[in-house]
């Protein structure tokens, strides 16, 4: 659960790029609200008033990420497939911007080949795929980590798309779910990361073909990775810095602000 | 390979509690060398003259594992099942001190639970299993790892014991090979650590049931295990050592030998 | 924070070999309260109701360390010296296997040679050391860690034993403080790993000789450990176990029940 | 040492953006060939016939960094400091994509904030620094690492530059140096990474104000990373795939190509 010591709500914005359920009727029906929708409901379900959640879309002005909204951001949750392109660079400079200066990030299933995820990664994200309603299962690695408390192991979601290795992305700081599917392809599936002062939790079931995002355990697990990539501290960014000799001893000195 | 540079072989041996072998007619039959024969066979067919390989059994005095034959071992294969329980806690002491100066270890399936790597584990090294028949896919997850070169992905194992997760060890140093089976779970089957000075590689596929020690694959994997946990240095254990003010600037002086 | 909306405290206990304190005066007129009461009262200064703290020592039966106690301890932290050999090899089984089941386990300083945490590690854990009133510098590495919350850096400890590498231990799983001492020695001072269900924060700051858990910075630190510690769900040591095919979707069948 | 098993040498290219040397007198006269040069012949020095080394530098067309180079350079070196931002995209952007595919990778000193180290790590890579003759002390960490066979510790270096933490850095795969300064200061001076099929060593020390490429033991580890990163196998980019059910079985069939 977000820390209830906190004096606000945790703030969440889901982020979607609205393009499936804007242009294909059956992917609206699947997801009246939107992928969006169906992810912010997921958090809301089980954080409560703990949190408040916002969307954003790619259509908006900045694509609903202004540095302001940013800014009023604890964590981002992403979904993007058919559009990655379509990000502008500079938004996606600027959610890595947050993230390493303490927002959490929750790239959700094709976000693997997000902007701001790839740039965060460093590597090229590819991975082997189907779409062939493979059954996907859900495997607990890392019983004792956060975002896999009360799920069960295996998740078992009837058909899905396949996500294969070699996934090429950072050794996970924590490997904490290994999906395997019916046709026999093994996938990381939840990949915690640190990275400057924010926490990135990856994780790949969901998709736009099937109802991924109403299957109860995927719900839960998208609300773990909220609690555990909510930032600890106050935002702010890595910088370089000079320091004087002996600038610990005396912060007040030029060049030896403390941190 | 190993380093040819080196004046003298590697020196491997393969200890095997060689008790299925001496007690079953069918996995005598299927290791007529036993299985310590069949490892040995697949590291000298890969190696040649660069490596000497010996074998050593559980019954054997010292199971054929003194201080002797240690000191003079650059990497130690090692395969058990049903006896763990024989192997005095001397010689997995043993073991485990030269693991950590530098000894290369590679124990092989049911090893997860033999003493020495249980001890340099620190956990339980638990997992879950079924003896089914199961196909066994092995995938490689880190495609520039040596460990995997030149093995494809998957290696398909037609008929094979489950092991699956969780596997209760701590995370890889370095994650190589992630398994599948028929039955739907997964397992990390190829796990790299280091220790101390030593290195470890755990490989899960093997079994006294199904010939899976003459898959061309697997005996492939074994001996890039073997190279990858050579030595790279003398042995030598670690050690408390009191140091005086300044002594790396003055290695003549007491408490200042330098390494 | 411990999560306060668990229905009860976190239950702390601090366990202390207390011989210094018990033999010499000097230690004692230090620590009048023990090293234990020291600490004890750092987690009882920062985390107040959300805890109960409790002490143990070496000179109780089973060293206060009975099944009970550590079935009903959340955390546990250790401080030892000087008696590591004098705790009976059962006890430190005992208490390997409660970390394993998801206890948190906060080993001090010199416990870094304790039967627990070197069973737990798998390493030799020596290190190099010098009792010469270094001043020490305790530095954040990864600055968005729970433990480093609050806490300046560097943390200056003006007097304090020197600690230094190589500390044999396998790569924690994350790094959170290095110190560098007034000789140019270097340390990992603060560093986090899991094990099991469990989770183990060791921090070497702290010592008998100087008043080193006195420091406002220290006993932060402390008290962020056992937070950081605190388990996440039910005490379960792993096990081994047989599992049917399929036996994931028919929980009630033999071999079949889900985790 | 390189394998000298392979039917060539290992090409080593040398990356320099030369511009310190060749506008002020000072640093021309400390490193008359260049630091490209300095390095050069360190790798040249402890691999001999084993390697071809060349070098390239920011003045020529593509930087000396053309497609059919890098195509033809097993391991590059990388030193820049007040030129970063004068190194093309383009150019950036095609060495992330040659480690990424296999090719060795190793920036020294200021290189941490170079373009493709940057991308690669995905962090700012920022850190703390002061020039001011401070003492270095080089401390090996992980002994039995190849980067640090032959090199003592610590490795004196009698006037550095300081380079502190926090290093915003992902935690490196391998930690295998630390540094202390004589100010106080601690930094993770030697980080090894695998990124996609490649590897990746950063090694702080090294400056263009002081001769520490001139310095023994600095020139070895440089051999010493050479050696490490170069690649284990064919050079190839990782991809996105689609796969067809049971690929793994018909590796003649569309989509069934096998790696």
Request: aromatic content about 0%; overall charge negative.
């Given at each position: 659960m977000p820390d209830p010591s906190a004096t606000r709500p945790l703030r969440v914005t889901v982020w979607n790029e609205n393009v499936h359920e804007t242009t294909e009727p059956e992917i609206a029906a699947r997801y009246p609200e939107g992928i969006h929708g169906a992810v912010a409901s997921a958090i809301a379900e089980h954080h409560g008033d703990a949190v408040t959640v916002r969307t954003a879309t790619l259509a908006e002005p900045e694509h609903g990420l202004t540095e302001e909204v940013l800014a009023a951001t604890d964590v981002l949750v992403w979904w993007g497939h058919i559009a990655h392109d379509r990000v502008a660079d500079e938004v996606a400079e600027r959610v890595q911007r947050h993230v390493l200066a303490g927002m959490g990030f929750v790239p959700l299933h094709s976000a693997h080949w997000s902007k701001p995820f790839v740039r965060l990664m460093g590597t090229t994200c590819t991975l082997n795929w189907r779409n062939a309603e493979d059954r996907e299962l859900v495997w607990t690695v890392a019983p004792g980590h956060p975002v896999a408390a009360?799920?069960?192991?295996?998740?078992?979601?009837?058909r899905q798309e396949m996500y294969g290795e070699p996934f090429d992305v950072p050794q996970p700081d924590e490997l904490v779910f290994i999906s395997s599917f019916s046709g026999g392809e093994v996938f990381r599936s939840g990949c915690a990361y640190r990275r400057g002062s924010g926490r990135i939790f990856y994780f790949s079931p969901g998709d736009q073909d099937y109802p991924v995002y109403d299957h109860p355990d995927v719900r839960r697990v998208i609300a773990n990775a909220v609690a555990w990539t909510a930032p600890t501290g106050e935002r702010r960014p890595p910088e370089l810095r000079r320091r004087e000799t002996g600038w610990f001893e005396a912060p007040g000195q030029p060049g030896g602000e403390s941190r």
């Open positions: 009360g799920v069960p192991s295996p998740v078992v979601i009837d």
